[in-house]
């Protein structure tokens, strides 16, 4: 093949977000849009860096993914990259990228430098829908602050990339490798099956035995929603050819370049069919499984659910914290820490105090966790929004969640499930609460609003902060509430590069452990959405069974004049509650 010089210019808006670049297909498909995206981080990482490297290149298999392929297969060939890896029709889950980064060794011996990863993650898919996508480094995670930073300023002063045009498409459908050859010598496309080394990871971290006897027992019952996206390709080989689980214990599980038209986050407005299912929500099954778990998009988001019970991600870290050494092979040796998202709920904290383990609190977004696993500081942590995970890989781990929690449910039972009473969810959460006190929480979100008004009420609430009569305020509000103890807004030192982030959330902690939390979410793709996080501490073991958003209402109320959401935002009540 031949090298292609094309002519470009800067396209406004490429900065990557929380996780990525995430726009409109229509935005994606405007002409040199991905191509100059793709340049900018080619150049941000340096030609020495890319020539001759290996590049993972897979995603979701949302709409435009097999496209977006072809192009950064000819722009990869086209700067030097030795060789393309592709799971099998473009379908890797975030967490299989990151383990394939890690782990895959190639035929001929070689293993990769980094990942370009095609998901815009829970958004929704299809032609007018998102499409995303994110670099990740040769550590399996993704590329820190740093290097997002280069990539943006490159894409403001871009003026020409580099691309194979007559380089044939590959198909991406066929397991194999391609050759090819081109002014720097061969050029090798590699495509593998999207699965395998990903399954054979988690059989090296958990106790596959103990699982399926668990769902072998006849007390058990189990059921998967991957909502129709990419985690349906791990599924099935994972649940029901290894654990024995039955086919119809899945549901949703073939991965669909639209989800299916659905909006592929794993909570209990979107994953209706799973909820009812549970027992949960305005259909409820009647005669719901023990065991119910969801996917997002890209397979790293997980719900947990019990029987009529739902499980708050920030409870699930906590527990899986708590559990993991006894529970999970992996771990038995002890944890190095645990690390939570500064909006994520104070439970995880109570256990690393307890078992006397190094703790952290980092700025949302799972790229802050990966410093502090490569420096051996941490083994699980995790995000309330439905982001659980551990340093077996550096993404978050859906699937790795639900192995996680069946392997606490198979510890807890492995004497009684010959006919005893089975452990359910439900108690496992309440044992856990009746000794370590529950964190109710809540978040309200504010989905695309109008970007001036998120703007106002997060300039107003920085005001507020600093006000010396917040107190008085609030009292005026609600005399139910504790005092504001101090405010800020996060900013977080990394302590292994000593890195600085700031303007991550705007933060209220009362002085009984209460805490509310606003911020501008990173991830979407129009206008703002605020976030609103809500916390309170219980550790009274005879008050921790309340309805969560009726233990919360005085604090919501207080969260909402304060801010005056309403008055800046025109919205009297959130898009989504979780
Ligand atoms: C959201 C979540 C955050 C998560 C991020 C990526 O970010 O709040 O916790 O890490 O999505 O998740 P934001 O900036 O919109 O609040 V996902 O599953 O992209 O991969
Ligand atoms: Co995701």
Request: aromatic share 10%; charged share 25%.
């Amino acid at each position: 093949f031949k090298v292609n010089r094309v002519e470009s210019s800067p396209i406004e808006g490429q900065k990557p977000g929380t996780s990525g670049l995430r726009k409109k297909v229509k935005v994606f498909t405007q002409p040199h849009y991905l191509h100059n995206f793709v340049q900018s981080t080619f150049n941000a990482l340096s030609a020495e860096k890319v020539k001759g490297s290996t590049l993972v290149v897979s995603g979701d298999g949302r709409y435009y993914s097999k496209d977006a392929i072809q192009i950064i297969i000819k722009m990869a060939a086209a700067n030097g990259v030795r060789r393309v890896w592709v799971g099998q029709n473009g379908l890797l889950s975030t967490p299989a990228v990151s383990a394939v980064v890690r782990e895959r060794v190639g035929a001929d011996g070689s293993k990769a430098n980094g990942a370009f990863i095609l998901t815009a993650s829970h958004n929704p898919g299809g032609p007018n829908e998102d499409f995303g996508i994110k670099y990740n480094m040769e550590n399996g995670g993704p590329a820190p602050e740093g290097i997002t930073d280069k990539i943006f300023e490159n894409t403001k002063i871009i003026k020409e990339y580099f691309i194979a045009e007559d380089l044939p498409d590959v198909d991406i459908s066929a397991i194999g490798i391609s050759n090819f050859s081109g002014p720097d010598g061969q050029f090798d496309v590699d495509v593998f099956d999207s699965a395998s080394d990903y399954v054979k990871l988690m059989k090296s971290i958990f106790d596959f035995q103990s699982i399926q006897k668990l769902i072998a027992s006849p007390q058990f019952s189990f059921c998967y929603d991957a909502l129709h996206g990419v985690a349906g390709a791990y599924a099935k080989r994972i649940f029901v050819e290894e654990l024995g689980a039955k086919e119809s214990s899945l549901l949703n599980c073939v991965p669909k370049e639209d989800f299916g038209g659905g909006h592929p986050d794993p909570n209990l407005t979107y994953a209706k069919e799973l909820v009812s299912r549970m027992g949960l929500g305005k259909n409820p099954d009647s005669n719901p499984p023990e065991f119910g778990a969801a996917a997002d998009g890209d397979a790293d988001r997980n719900m947990i659910l019990g029987k009529r019970f739902f499980v708050t991600p920030s409870d699930s870290v906590a527990i899986i914290a708590a559990n993991a050494v006894q529970a999970i092979p992996y771990f038995s040796s002890g944890l190095k820490g645990v690390a939570r998202s500064m909006p994520t709920s104070a439970a995880l904290d109570v256990v690393a105090t307890s078992l006397n383990l190094k703790f952290f609190e980092v700025p949302t977004g799972w790229k802050f966790f990966g410093n502090l696993m490569d420096a051996g500081l941490c083994s699980v942590c995790g995000e309330e929004s439905f982001g659980t995970g551990s340093d077996h890989i550096r993404e978050k781990d859906g699937i790795w969640a639900v192995l996680a929690w069946l392997s606490i449910l198979a510890h807890k039972n492995k004497d009684n499930l010959n006919g005893g009473n089975l452990v359910t969810v439900e108690d496992i959460v309440k044992q856990h609460w009746a000794t370590f006190g529950r964190h109710y929480y809540t978040r309200y979100d504010y989905e695309n609003v109008d970007a001036g008004a998120a703007k106002e009420v997060m300039a107003h609430l920085v005001k507020l902060q600093s006000s010396v009569t917040i107190n008085t305020t609030i009292k005026g509000i609600r005399s139910d509430v504790a005092d504001v103890a101090s405010a800020d807004e996060f900013e977080y030192k990394d302590p292994v590069d000593g890195s600085i982030s700031k303007n991550q959330g705007i933060r209220y902690l009362f002085e009984d452990g209460s805490r509310l939390v606003f911020r501008l979410s990173g991830t979407g793709s129009e206008g703002a959405t605020i976030r609103l996080y809500i916390e309170q501490y219980e550790k009274d073991s005879s008050k921790t069974g309340r309805d969560s958003q009726e233990a919360l209402a005085p604090l919501v109320d207080v969260a909402l004049k304060l801010s005056k959401m309403e008055e800046h935002t025109g919205r009297s009540a959130p898009t989504v509650i979780t």
